[in-house]
Nanobody, 129 residues
Framework: QLHLVESGGGLVQPGGSLRLSCAAS????????IGWFRQAPGKEREGVSC????????NYADSVKGRFTIPRDNAKNTVYLEMNSLKPEDTAVYYC??????????????????????WGQGTQVTVSS
């Protein structure tokens, strides 16, 4: 059974950094792309970033380009979301999810939730002074 657990969220001041982790179990993550999504109160879920199974393709939403990166370590069954220069508008619950398809290639833009299946429970990120 696919199982994802996010961690690393918290309260950070504007301009600060956080690293979120998405730990996978119950499956071989090498076969799947991983997407990060976020949902702020009263807003729709937004695709943030995607990394393919091999790490060969990635994408980022325009709102986070140049500030966020998405490394993965298949040996540790973990994908990270490294967030720098955080802004109050980055405040949201952040989720990771696996692609529905094996060897999914991330599109050039941002991840679409319809392409992703198993989801973690989310981790809260709050950017505030």
């Amino acid at each position: 059974q696919l199982h994802l657990v996010e961690s690393g969220g918290g309260l950070v001041q504007p301009g600060g950094s956080l690293r979120l982790s998405c730990a996978a179990s119950g499956f071989t993550p090498d076969y799947y792309a991983i997407g990060w999504f976020r949902q702020a109160p009263g807003k729709e879920r937004e695709g943030v970033s995607c990394i393919s199974s091999t790490g060969g393709s990635t994408n980022y939403a325009d709102s986070v380009k140049g500030r966020f990166t998405i490394p993965r370590d298949n040996a540790k069954n973990t994908v990270y979301l490294e967030m720098n220069s955080l802004k109050p508008e980055d405040t949201a619950v952040y989720y990771c999810a696996t692609s529905v398809s094996y060897y999914y290639t991330c599109n050039p833009y941002s991840p679409q939730s319809t392409d992703f299946g198993s989801w973690g429970q989310g981790t809260q990120v709050t950017v505030s002074s």
